[in-house]
């Protein structure tokens, strides 16, 4: 799905449509927090409901990201907070096109070795 308004494009893991409503659902292999989901799994889902939005002419107002390890999914409601820190977090990124900074590094040993980025994060690192 693309917006051109938005200047972004994506894809949905799966859309449930009941009673003529859509909701985007985002399939997670990893663990969920103790409470709801995962910040960066909010906003992909807010992504992809103003995909929605935008695609099918409707407004998205739930989505659901399904952890698959614990078999559980979870309600993210799309309210005016959340499209608020999906559109800062659009614009910080625009900054750093834009201006062609690069953005700080955040090594995380758990997360790093099942990175599609690390050799380019690792290199980037030896520069320095």
Not at 67 to 92: C, H, P, Q, T, W
Request: aromatic share 8%; hydrophobic share 40%.
């Amino acid at each position: 799905m693309r917006d051109t308004q938005l200047d972004i494009v994506g894809t949905c893991d799966k859309i449930e449509i009941i009673d003529g409503k859509y909701f985007p659902i985002s399939i997670k292999s990893s663990n969920p927090p103790l409470k709801g989901v995962w910040d960066g799994d909010a906003i992909e889902l807010i992504a992809a409901a103003l995909l929605i939005e935008n695609e099918f002419d409707t407004e998205v107002f739930v989505g659901f990201v399904d952890y698959l390890k614990l078999g559980e999914r979870r309600v993210v409601v799309m309210d005016a907070n959340l499209r608020k820190s999906f559109f800062r977090i659009l614009n910080e990124v625009d900054d750093i096109i834009t201006n062609e900074i690069m953005p700080e590094i955040k090594k995380d040993n758990k997360k790093c070795h099942k990175c599609v980025y690390n050799l380019i994060c690792n290199q980037e690192a030896d520069f320095e």
